[in-house]
């Protein structure tokens, strides 16, 4: 029951995306995803992460299977399995029941919205998403602030 409550809180904090989640905390500056991309490339070389794609916006990706049905748009609600974890390889939230999410696109962290998009369904991603793309100072409890992280999202259905 404490697992599914923790699941449900990250899920409400991921669909509002960071804008919304703003304090007053002057202790911490927003990293730019200039300032993330070394250590994105240092873990995708260290890790030994060979076929991904830099997307303009600066996201890195690495599309695992392109998907055969419907392309999310971002007023699309996305199904989807997915495990999120830290540079330090360490898992923060996986979801292996898609029936639990239902979430529409545009409503997510700006990661999400431009990554999914790049299968359709039934297709699968890995987004390497700078801090500035996700949650930035506004992380929620269990991710550290200016946090890069790391998605391997299996799209299950798109509505």
């Given amino acids: ?11 409400a904090m991921l669909m509002t995306g960071f804008s919304c989640l703003k304090k007053d ?42 998907g055969t049905g419907a392309t999310p748009s971002l007023s699309s609600k996305v199904y989807v399995k997915y495990t999120g974890k830290f540079t330090n390889n360490s898992v923060f939230e996986t979801v292996t029941d898609a029936s639990k999410t239902g979430w529409v696109l545009g409503s997510l962290i700006q990661g999400w919205q431009i990554g999914i998009p790049l299968i359709s ?39």
């Fill in 121 to 159: 369904k039934g297709g699968s991603i890995q987004l390497y998403i700078p801090s500035a793309m996700a949650y930035g100072c506004n992380a929620p409890g269990t991710i550290p602030a200016n946090s890069i992280l790391i998605f391997q999202i299996d799209l299950v259905d798109v509505l």
């Fill in 25 to 66: 905390d002057t202790t911490c500056s927003d990293r730019t995803v200039a300032q993330d991309e070394p250590a994105i490339l240092s873990y995708l070389s260290t890790n030994s992460i060979t076929g991904f794609v830099k997307h303009s916006s600066g996201l890195y990706y690495k599309v695992l299977s392109t």
């Fill in 1 to 11: 029951m404490k697992k599914l409550a923790m699941m449900m809180a990250f899920a």
